[in-house]
């Protein structure tokens, strides 16, 4: 089994106005992600949750060690889908992924254990198994765009993430036409990651004098609504 590769891991929330700042800073010394569309893409995640809502209590109760279950798309496209588990240690964070097809992917929308158990994939086995033990569910779609940057030394990866949108209590990942309302007045966030040591411009450019760290949660802010 390969171990865990842990990153460090940034976020601030920032304004409409420093995003306008940031974009212009880091196009200058960064390299747009090759997979965005002009220099964007739109995401789509659903997240699992149990019904006691662990993974959202221990991220507003500030748990130093957690992890969450989310289904993921990209700009629409149904043809790539991921889903990922997020792990969490401290300031350190941690990601597996695996693909799916659009039928494995919905057998875990409809909770299908009996299809979930033909799946090869180690992480669909250990989502299925915690479904099954743990009553794991799809609970909220996270929509928002996102532009990022990418920065060879340090393997530093910065994003800025805006117009997050919830899905409230709909969990129907495929219908692209189903209603969101913006969660709240969620602000636009700043992430920075990196290895074992981030550059110092780099460091320099994502300062924002008005921001500091900050623990929001994508999940968090739109679970608010449903």
Same mark, same amino acid.
């Given at each position: 089994m390969?171990?865990?590769?842990?990153?460090?891991?940034?976020?601030?929330?920032?304004?409409?106005?420093?995003?306008?700042?940031?974009?212009?800073?880091?196009?200058?010394?960064?390299t747009? #992600? %090759?997979?965005?569309?002009?220099?964007?893409?739109?995401?789509?995640?659903?997240?699992?949750?149990?019904?006691?809502?662990?993974?959202?209590?221990?991220?507003? &109760?500030?748990?130093?060690?957690?992890?969450?279950?989310?289904?993921?798309?990209?700009?629409? #496209? #149904?043809?790539?889908?991921?889903?990922?588990?997020?792990?969490?240690?401290?300031?350190?964070?941690?990601?597996?992924?695996?693909?799916?097809?659009?039928?494995?992917?919905?057998?875990?929308?409809?909770? #299908?254990?009996?299809?979930?158990?033909?799946?090869?994939?180690?992480?669909?086995?250990?989502?299925?198994?915690?479904?099954?033990?743990?009553?794991?569910?799809?609970?909220? !779609?996270?929509?928002?765009?996102?532009?990022?940057?990418?920065?060879?030394?340090?393997?530093?990866?910065?994003?800025? &993430?805006? &117009? !997050?949108?919830?899905?409230?209590?709909?969990?129907d *990942?495929?219908?692209?036409?189903? %209603?969101?309302? %913006?969660?709240? &007045?969620? %602000?636009? !966030?700043?992430?920075?990651?990196?290895?074992?040591?981030?550059?110092?411009? !780099?460091?320099?450019?994502?300062?924002?004098?008005?921001?500091?760290?900050?623990? *929001?949660?994508k999940?968090?802010?739109?679970?608010?609504?449903?």
């Open positions: 390969i171990p865990l590769q842990y990153r460090h891991e940034w976020k601030h929330e920032v304004s409409a106005f420093d995003v306008l700042c940031l974009r212009q800073r880091l196009s200058a010394v960064m747009p #992600d %090759p997979h965005a569309r002009d220099g964007r893409y739109f995401v789509r995640s659903l997240y699992f949750d149990d019904l006691r809502d662990t993974a959202l209590r221990e991220k507003l &109760d500030g748990v130093s060690r957690r992890e969450k279950f989310r289904l993921r798309c990209y700009n629409g #496209d #149904d043809s790539y889908l991921v889903l990922e588990k997020k792990s969490k240690v401290g300031g350190l964070c941690a990601k597996e992924q695996t693909h799916l097809t659009r039928p494995q992917a919905q057998a875990l929308l409809t909770c #299908d254990l009996q299809a979930l158990a033909a799946d090869p994939a180690p992480l669909v086995q250990e989502l299925r198994w915690k479904m099954q033990t743990r009553g794991l569910r799809p609970m909220t !779609i996270v929509d928002y765009t996102r532009e990022p940057f990418v920065f060879a030394p340090g393997n530093v990866r910065v994003t800025l &993430d805006y &117009d !997050i949108r919830t899905g409230l209590k709909s969990t *990942f495929f219908d692209f036409r189903c %209603p969101t309302i %913006p969660a709240g &007045d969620a %602000p636009a !966030i700043l992430e920075v990651k990196w290895d074992e040591y981030l550059p110092t411009v !780099i460091r320099d450019l994502v300062q924002v004098p008005t921001t500091r760290t900050s623990a *929001f949660s999940y968090a802010a739109c679970r608010m609504y449903g």
